[in-house]
């Protein structure tokens, strides 16, 4: 999961691309990085941290020009803690090319090996992002060769040509010297993207539609699934659809705890959609513990707090806000290391003792993935008085690894893999332990909007939508990912149930 935006606008960019990495900050915490162009040169500032540490007076004031990308990242890929993987990367063949990328290759270590032995390209990193690169400047010099200029048509035809040649999940933004933005999704559209434009012309092509919102820009609409979009450095706007097959099947983790609440991804709020999550999980709770044995219902801050108040409003219960958060602590879930998540914990959250105090709780968290925060957030209840405490997830079991660019690849580090709900609520120290089912979770999401498909929940039900995912690959997936689980990883009893081998 990573952050990106690009910008042609008519004046300089800069400050505008550092507020929307702002924006977008919660996506990524471990880099950032800005490209600007003018004069047909490029103007790059790229680093390890947050935003604000990243950018200084002087890194702002080297970053001329109308037009640019950003990216914050959190890496899923390649080396966890290289500099040199922070994004923007760059290629000076042909015309000069700069990408951001949000998503995963899961055919990466083919291509690399296809792109020295065939295309004679180098690729200096371990990052998947580079090797989408050059795949995407191969496929463009191809269609310009014998030409004497770029036009649209020539992207759209590379882009076809990159959807055949890659598998994963990418949302791209590409910025072409003298040319102006090429922007496009992978065809089931699991990573978001989408594009707005300002009062005064500017355009804006982004991740979630409150980056747009928050500088101004108004939202048009979202990049469809396997669709092409460039922009050139005049403002006007070239589109066609570039897959064979498209189908919108977005990441359903992005509605469960990815995006801000206050976003809205192909069409469904995802506030909206957490509200239905509780709705749902409501249903679960009563049949497992009665409302009458439930004192008050209190959030994980802070993505479950829309789940909270309808599911504590349906049980007619009180909503109570039991714990609060230090606002300067990163979020766990995207903290790489189980050691620093674990040290991060009650760094993070600090209890309201009295509203634990001689009370049986219900806890209600978006998600529940390696069981470490939430087993430290019981105890923390315990230990604040509670007498029972409940424990309620608005997803399903995370049993799968996954693959298509969320941090939760090795199998033996999901607290579900190869255990049912009894024995992940004696790790986890609960005394009763709610999720949600998976079909529901689906249809409350999808009932926000007809057009979706279907989505990528491959860490709940492991189906790998993509169709090329295999024991075999999650395997060497892992083994491939330099810096990052200190685990090694389990496979031998992962079933994938109706993927494609």
Known sequence: MCGIVGVVGQSPVNQLIYDAL???????????????????????????????????TRNMRGLLGNCGLGQVRYPTAGNAFSEEEAQPFYVNAPFGIVLVHNGNLTNAKALKKELFETDHRHINTESDSEVLLNVLAHEVDKCTRGHSGLQPEHLFQAVASVHER????????????????????????????????????????????????????????????????????QGNVHAQQCAKNPQLMPCIFEYVYLARPDSVIDGVSVYQARLNMGETLAKRVI?????????????????????????????????????????????????????????????????????????????????????????EIVQMARDAGARKVYLASAAPPVRFPNVYGIDMPTSNELVAFNRNVDEIRAIIGCDALIYQDVEPMKKAVGSLNAGLKGFDASCFDGVYITGDITTDDIAALNAARVGGSEDADDTSRLALPNASE
Do not use: W
């Open 22 to 56: 702002l924006l977008l900050q919660h996506r990524g915490q471990d880099a950032a990085g800005i490209v600007t162009q003018q004069d047909r040169k490029f103007f790059m500032h790229k680093a390890k941290g947050m935003v604000k540490d990243v950018f200084r």
């Open 287 to 375: 049949s497992t513990v009665p409302p009458d044995q439930i004192d008050a219902v209190i959030p994980i801050p802070e993505s479950s707090r829309p789940s909270a108040q309808q599911l504590a409003q349906l049980l007619g219960k009180p909503y109570r806000e039991g714990f609060v958060k230090n606002r300067y602590v990163g979020r766990t879930f995207i903290m790489p290391g189980q050691a620093v998540r674990k040290k991060s914990v009650r760094q993070k959250l600090n209890v309201i003792a009295s509203e634990f105090k001689g009370r049986n709780v219900l806890l209600v968290d978006d998600s529940i993935v390696r069981g470490t925060t939430s087993k």
């Open 166 to 233: 890659i598998k994963g999940s990418y949302a791209v933004i590409a910025l072409i010297a003298g040319h102006g933005v090429l922007a496009f999704r992978d065809p089931f559209g699991i990573r978001p993207l989408c594009m707005g434009k300002g009062a005064d012309g500017t355009r804006m092509l982004a991740s979630e539609s409150v980056t747009l919102e928050g500088t101004g820009i108004a939202l048009e609409r979202n990049i469809a699934p396997g669709e092409a979009v460039f922009i050139d450095l």
